[in-house]
Nanobody, 121 residues
């Protein structure tokens, strides 16, 4: 049911900034966890940032202090503000949503199609 569409990726010089957007098909206020993952060629997909419905956030150590995740419930959109970008941040960035499964404590997981971020030195 949940559809996620990312945008905002592109090519940027080291030290620059980008803001990624993820538009959801429904109200993100009802989604327990929304986040961003990234995957570079030949590497595993890794968590970048997550935010729960109550506002708790989690960041990868590599992006703390540089990236900020936020939600705009009125627009059903989650953002990832990326500052001080470095070549090591180059990857495909994927929006992620997690919705609790009834009675189990587990989650349904949904993914966007990804948006490319390339940071040049």
């Amino acid at each position: 049911q949940v559809q996620l569409v990312e945008s905002g990726g592109g090519l940027v010089q080291a030290g620059g900034s980008l803001r990624l957007s993820c538009a959801a098909s429904g109200s993100i206020a009802s989604i327990e966890i929304m986040g961003w993952y990234r995957q570079a060629p030949g590497k595993q997909r890794e968590l970048v940032a997550e935010e729960t419905s109550d506002g708790s956030t989690t960041y990868a150590d590599s992006v703390k202090g540089r990236f900020t995740i936020s939600r705009d419930n009125a627009k059903n959109t989650v953002y990832l503000q990326m500052n001080s970008l470095q070549p090591e941040d180059t990857a495909v960035y994927y929006c992620n949503a997690k919705i609790p499964v009834r009675y189990t404590g587990a989650y349904y997981t949904y993914w966007g199609q990804g948006t490319q971020v390339t940071v040049s030195s």
